[in-house]
T-cell receptor, first 114, second 114 residues
Framework: DTAVSQTPKYLVTQMGNDKSIKCEQN?????MYWYKQDSKKFLKIMFS???????INETVPNRFSPKSPDKAHLNLHINSLELGDSAVYFC?????????????FGSGTQLSVL | KQEVTQIPAALSVPEGENLVLNCSFT??????LQWFRQDPGKGLTSLLL?????REQTSGRLNASLDKSSGRSTLYIAASQPGDSATYLC?????????????FGKGTKLSVKP
């Protein structure tokens, strides 16, 4: 009954590879996000999707592409992985209600690029 | 550009102590402020959300206050327990509205010793 689930939990790969991280939410929320937490624990927004439309796209490399097959899923695809991509990636979802927008986060995917 | 700062970066206290975590933000035109808890290897859990019109919110042993004019929020934890050990992050939406992506502080890592 996990609200926001992402897989895999750990991902170790070589430079130059292409990889995907999957995210699913069963909360019925209309907005989903990807955040990156770097080695200094700084958490920064990467993308958000609302009703299958990209509404926020921070300055991330175009090697990163979010893909949303439906409202409950927002997958993160990364091409040509680089050492600097090593970080923990968090998926999240939210639904605004009476001016409040609480985010629910997945448990994170620790990506290590060797 | 909104920036969020949290002090201290780390805090270690004996069990039973009351403690205060600090959060400051540079742009006082915020819509709300959230406090999150992050456990190692897990996602973020929303603890409290304070609307800009509110001065404080309480949940159990947690009390969060907001002073918009001075750009500060505090999270007060009463009678701390070892289970409170985690990283605590505060975040505000960018752009002054509720739709902006969250801007996070770097967090305060709390350790409560038995």
């Amino acid at each position: 009954d996990t609200a926001v689930s992402q897989t895999p939990k750990y991902l170790v790969t070589q430079m130059g590879n292409d990889k995907s991280i999957k995210c699913e939410q069963n909360l019925g929320h209309d907005t989903m996000y990807w955040y990156k937490q770097d080695s200094k624990k700084f958490l920064k927004i990467m993308f958000s999707y609302n009703n299958k439309e990209l509404i926020i796209n921070e300055t991330v490399p175009n090697r990163f592409s979010p893909k949303s097959p439906d409202k409950a899923h927002l997958n993160l695809h990364i091409n040509s992985l680089e050492l600097g991509d090593s970080a923990v990636y968090f998926c999240a979802s939210s639904q605004e209600f009476r001016g409040e927008k609480k985010l629910f986060f997945g448990s994170g995917t620790q990506l290590s690029v060797l | 550009k909104q920036e969020v700062t949290q002090i201290p970066a780390a805090l270690s206290v004996p069990e039973g102590e009351n403690l205060v975590l600090n959060c400051s933000f540079t742009d006082s035109a915020i819509y709300n402020l959230q406090w999150f808890r992050q456990d190692p290897g897990k996602g973020l859990t929303s603890l409290l959300l304070i609307q800009s019109s509110q001065r404080e919110q309480t949940s159990g042993r947690l009390n969060a206050s907001l002073d918009k004019s001075s750009g500060r929020s505090t999270l007060y934890i009463a009678a701390s327990q070892p289970g409170d050990s985690a990283t605590y992050l505060c975040a505000v939406p960018s752009g002054g509205g509720s739709q902006g992506n969250l801007i996070f502080g770097k967090g305060t890592k709390l350790s409560v010793k038995p």
